[in-house]
């Protein structure tokens, strides 16, 4: 039982979870917002540009649109081995090689939108800003120098650096699809386009490279002297890097301001594709020693099982089931004065179902919380499965006690089976949930099987809420409402009611499995009642932000390890030769991630 009913901001009854969870609406951090004294010090005084709010910035919708971009180059395997120290000298070398032939076509698509631009504020703004990257040359060529012989020349071109490099200085050109021939363009204004949309194409590079500076830098120790490219992180974290990151961002939006519609979604294709090709470069660097990211390139299919569980409500969903099945109960009910056929199942008024919501979940709010601080221990204690399992039978028997009452109360009767599959149809999934599960199902080779243990009420509305987004293949262990002629009649056939039956169910399905193949389990949940499937697991990802899973599992002796960084350090242990590279539950450590696009770039990669 899950229900919140209360004068909440949400058009429906809303759910006990979002509640106790005090889950905040995710989102991704945009880019910073400091400025110098000078808001637009890139532009001279001369220029009044009135200030843009950062939430209304083109460049700031554009890289919160496309995090996922940004996620799969931060988990690129040659990212994961640079910021853990341990990427071999040959594939730095190799990196550094392509990134010259790639900053010299930046250095002259600047060069081409200097040209072009018909303002001298920006002519003067987009000069500095080539100058930078001069000086990111000569900081390679630094690089070079120590290393005693010149990996550029002796490394040719890839083809991931050309097709980044040809696409920046076509579009550096004019060669964008629906603007004239550089030749043939009329107007100083016709060329100032090309200006705008060649910083379209460039201030996605800049934002991602200062994204990437600061999230290594990050994670370096205070006084770490022997990581071997601190010099690479100090450059791209540096307060200069992330001053030409901004600058790049408020030419951007300077020069769009005069476009239409039409030319901006143009530039928005193209810093899209821009962050695709970043994507590419990243992935297209050779590594010749192991990473544990993706997880997935460890992976033999004759050898290996991957096992993914997963929970559903507010871990795939945005909002909890059991607040849709009451919308549909309340919606469909018949008014106080209405008379009911007596061929039909007796149902509730509206306004009473209403007021039976709200007491039940009154009562399943406090109670709950009752319970939560019963079975939290006086002190931290040390990780122990046993312990915690045993703590978490108390909360099982108060789940099926509050589940009883539902039932007792008939407020789940005469639902249409239809009218739930509609609502399942419609259910708003997190962003990124569906494409991870499709490129999963749609991978035969993985050998991969995915399994949804859920509380949900109604498994058909898990069923038809996942084959709507064209996943039809999925394991879905939940509870099933009884229905007769299509119409509820108020039972339901309990599956899974609590963390003891979700663990019970998880155990047996690893039971049922082939002995033959070396089995590596997932799970991903984001409350109390996922814990002990999390703690069991090879791999926990806990997603969202429930404050009382933190409670409970930090006081159990369980460690919560944002997911990259956990990489990070798992990586250079990896290749330090520390620890081999093995994933074992019950360790007492669970990993976080922020959405769904860090467990893709984690689990599958690009």
Not at 321 to 344: G, M, Y
Not at 441 to 459: E, P
Not at 471 to 485: G, K, Q, S, T
């Amino acid at each position: 039982m899950r229900l919140l009913f209360s004068s909440s901001p949400y058009p429906i009854p809303t759910l006990f979870r979002l509640a106790r969870s005090h889950r905040p609406v995710c989102s991704y951090p945009p880019p910073p917002t400091w400025r110098s004294s000078n808001p637009m010090a890139i532009l001279p005084k001369s220029s009044a540009v009135a200030v843009i709010p950062s939430e209304e910035r083109l460049a700031t919708r554009f890289w919160i649109k496309y995090r996922r971009e940004s996620v799969l180059s931060l988990y690129s395997p040659f990212a994961l081995c640079l910021a853990s120290g341990s990427l071999k000298i040959d594939t730095f070398r190799h990196y550094i090689a392509q990134d010259v032939h790639f900053l010299k076509a930046f250095a002259h698509a600047y060069e081409l939108a200097e040209d072009c631009s018909d303002d001298d504020d920006a002519k003067l703004a987009i000069s500095e800003l080539r100058k930078g990257i001069l000086e990111e040359l000569k900081m390679h060529n630094c690089f070079v120098q120590e290393w005693g012989f010149d990996c550029v020349n002796e490394s040719p071109v890839n083809s991931a650096t050309l097709k980044y490099t040809e696409f920046l200085l076509a579009t550096a050109s004019g060669k964008v699809e629906g603007l004239k021939a550089p030749g043939k363009l009329a107007t100083p204004f016709e060329k100032t386009k090309i200006a705008a949309y060649t910083l379209g194409a460039m201030t996605p590079c800049m934002r991602l490279y200062a994204f990437l500076g600061k999230e290594f830098q990050r994670l370096l120790e205070p006084n770490e002297h022997n990581h071997p490219y601190k010099k690479w992180i100090e450059n791209y974290s540096s307060e200069s890097f992330q001053a030409s990151a901004l600058q790049t961002e408020d030419l951007l939006d300077k020069l769009s301001v005069p476009l239409t519609g039409e030319e901006l979604n143009i530039i928005e294709k193209l810093y899209h594709q821009a962050m695709k090709l970043e994507i590419e470069f990243f992935y297209s660097q050779p590594l010749t020693q192991p990473t544990i990211a993706p997880l997935t390139k460890q992976h033999d299919p004759e050898q290996d099982h991957l096992m993914i569980f997963s929970d559903f409500d507010l871990t795939c969903t945005v909002v909890d089931s059991s607040a849709i099945l009451a919308e549909i109960a309340i919606v469909t009910a018949p008014k106080s004065d209405q008379n009911q056929p007596a061929s039909q199942i007796a149902r509730m008024s509206s306004a009473e179902l209403r007021n039976t919501w709200g007491l039940l979940s009154t009562q399943y709010t406090e109670e709950y919380e009752q319970c939560i601080e019963s079975i939290l221990p006086s002190e931290k204690v040390e990780f122990n499965y046993e312990t915690l399992h045993k703590a978490l039978e108390q909360l099982s028997d108060f789940e099926k006690r509050a589940n009883s009452r539902v039932i007792e109360s008939g407020v789940l009767k005469g639902l249409n089976l239809e009218d739930i599959k509609r609502a399942g149809q419609r259910l708003i999934l997190q962003d990124g949930c569906i494409s991870f599960f499709q490129k999963v199902t749609k991978n035969k080779s993985l050998n991969a099987n995915i399994h949804v243990l859920s509380y949900c009420w109604c498994g058909e509305l898990i069923r038809t809420a996942f084959s709507s987004g064209g996943v039809d293949v999925l394991n879905i262990h939940a509870n099933e409402f009884n229905y007769e002629e299509s119409i509820s009649t108020g039972e339901i056939v309990w599956k899974v009611q609590s963390p003891i039956d979700k663990i019970q169910a998880f155990n047996d399905i690893l039971q049922d499995c082939s002995n033959e193949r070396k089995k590596l389990s997932v799970y991903i949940g984001d409350s109390v009642g996922d814990l002990l499937c999390l703690v069991k697991a090879d791999i926990g990802i806990v997603i969202g932000s429930s404050s009382s899973l933190r409670k409970v599992g930090s006081q159990y002796g369980v460690s919560f390890v944002p997911l990259f960084p956990g990489l990070v350090k798992k990586q250079k242990e990896f290749g330090e030769g520390r620890s081999p590279c093995i994933w074992k539950g019950q360790s007492g450590i669970l990993y976080t991630a922020s959405s769904w696009d860090d467990i893709h770039a984690f689990i599958l990669g690009w």
